[in-house]
């Protein structure tokens, strides 16, 4: 394995994943990934340090997204007008700098923090990611009103999403202990 | 008169409370590709009245996109990658070739793979393209003469990259459906691990996967010869047939069978019948890519019967099992489940 075969590995499916965050299609996403890769190979920027390479990466792969929506607005001038401008709205924000969790290697805790949610916010998190319900099928399996469906989704996810900081938190806090002090 | 605000405060609150509960209504609805244009407006606009709200909106949705199981395909893209590369630069073609063979060596084992060697012939070696379909989806591969071949999940096709004017020779594990391009001269033949089937045009399902106790060919149109490896044995399967290995008591059968259900899947469908318990399992494993545990000779005596479509999903299929027959189940982890005999009801 190569250098860049190796950073190919570590970053294609965190960055194709940040990607199905703006392009729902999954072979568009993955060309836009490709499209990004080749461009790293070809100026040989894959050379430099890895936190530089991942910046080069990230601002890529949200720059073509950002184009990709402009096209699509063009494209679609009036079907879908709010959808494309909420993704719009979306992108905008992470290219003022903001860090999604997916960018920040949030991918492998996930897992485990939904095993801790308590069983009526996990099972709506499982139903509707993993087994691809609709928010109506989630209620008829479960036997209660869609609303409460939703109102569970949305909570699940405001838990989630203190926990996942709280982990993330307490990582940086055990590698601070852990490095040498500078004295 | 004090009274009075107080209750104006509490019925304050309350609305405040009723909107944002139905603002993440909205945003549960979004997420789960439930809105229409008109409420992806509304949601927007909302956004758009203060920082807080979007990034309240976008907090919820990135969590919403990372709990996600979307399957990785980062071996696959690599092998990708340098083909692309190797296409287009003239001048770097030998260092290519060597790097894609490297990076497919390493992901020999139960991958997504693609890989393509070189067009130029080198010597006598042949050119090989092979395509995979990992467990859980179905795809379709237009070969060289325009032969279609639809795979089913967990299937691998290897086939001659370009054609050398001889036979069209191609090699199958798991299941594939074929529409063979009508060449009389060319004969097309298949190759599995117990047989070959050859034809000229002609259209006919093979089922021969390595973990499965049979393998078979069933005859749509046309007709098609059968040759066994070991023992030159050949048979004339008719429109309509099946010809059934089994590969535990090494015998076989040839009868017809209900071609319409046998072929089912290439359209999404899942039709089975009187198929025994461990066949089901299997098939409901590659199917949605899940593991089913079970244990028991209670289970195994059963023969079953259904049909599902591809829509439905793994929990709808076990509930149905659930209802209709003697079977139970539990979920054990994500993708894993325990099925349990259920003595009465």
Not at chain 2, 182 to 203: C, L, M, N, W
């Amino acid at each position: 394995m190569t250098d860049f075969d190796n950073l190919f590995l570590k970053y294609h499916h965190q960055l194709f994943r940040y990607t199905l965050k703006f392009i729902e299609d999954e072979n568009e996403a993955l060309d836009l990934v490709q499209d990004i890769f080749i461009a790293v190979w070809e100026k040989g920027q894959y050379r430099d340090n890895e936190d530089r390479v991942k910046g080069y990466l990230f601002a890529g792969v949200k720059n073509s997204c950002l184009n990709y929506i402009k096209h699509q607005k063009v494209v679609k001038r009036f079907e879908q007008h709010a959808a494309i401008r909420m993704k719009e709205m979306e992108v905008t924000y992470y290219l003022s700098g903001e860090q999604s969790f997916l960018e920040k290697e949030a991918i492998q805790k996930i897992d485990d923090v939904i095993e801790s949610l308590t069983d009526i916010y996990k099972e709506v998190i499982i139903l509707s990611r993993f087994e691809g319900l609709k928010n109506k099928e989630i209620a008829e399996r479960l036997n209660i009103p869609v609303r409460t469906v939703e109102t569970r989704i949305f909570r699940a996810l405001t838990l989630l999403k203190e926990k996942i900081s709280v982990k993330s938190l307490m990582l940086f806090f055990i590698r601070k202990r852990i490095s040498p002090e500078p004295f | 008169m004090k009274q009075y605000c107080f209750n104006i405060i509490i019925y304050k609150d309350a609305v405040l409370m009723i909107e944002e509960t139905k603002i993440q209504n909205l945003i549960a609805r979004y997420l789960n590709g439930e809105c229409s244009d008109a409420e992806i407006s509304e949601l927007l606009d909302w956004c758009n009245l203060s920082t807080q709200n979007q990034i309240g909106f976008i907090q919820a949705k990135d969590i919403w996109d990372l709990a996600n199981h979307t399957a990785n395909r980062s071996d696959q893209q690599l092998i990708h990658f340098y083909r692309k590369q190797f296409e287009q630069s003239e001048r770097s073609r030998v260092i290519l070739i060597y790097r894609i063979i490297a990076v497919a060596a390493v992901f020999v084992v139960g991958l997504i793979t693609t890989v393509f060697y070189p067009k130029t012939p080198v010597g006598s070696v042949q050119q090989m393209s092979v395509f995979s379909v990992p467990l859980g989806s179905r795809s379709k591969v237009v070969l060289f003469d325009g032969t279609e071949v639809n795979l089913n999940s967990g299937s691998t096709l290897t086939f001659p990259d370009r054609y050398d004017g001889n036979a069209r020779k191609v090699t199958l594990t798991g299941e594939g459906f074929f529409k063979v391009k009508s060449d009389k001269k060319h004969p097309f033949i298949v190759k599995t691990t117990d047989f070959e089937v050859e034809a000229t045009g002609t259209q006919f399902n093979i089922c021969t996967y390595d973990n499965d106790p049979f393998s078979a060919a069933t005859l749509a149109e046309g007709v098609v010869s059968l040759r066994m490896n070991n023992s030159q044995q050949a048979f004339s399967i008719k429109p309509g047939e099946k010809f059934r290995l089994n590969r535990l008591k090494k015998n076989y059968n040839q009868a017809a069978t209900d071609v319409e259900s046998e072929l089912a899947w290439k359209d999404g469908e899942f039709i089975f019948k009187n198929i025994p318990f461990p066949e089901l399992v299997q098939r409901l494993e590659r199917w949605y890519d899940v593991k089913l545990l079970w244990s028991g000779k209670n289970l195994e005596s059963y023969a079953y019967t259904g049909r599902f479509k591809n829509q439905e999903t793994i929990w709808q299929v076990l509930d149905a099992l659930k209802l209709t027959t003697r079977i139970n189940y539990q979920k054990i982890s994500f993708r894993e489940f325990k099925i349990s005999y259920k003595p009465n009801n």
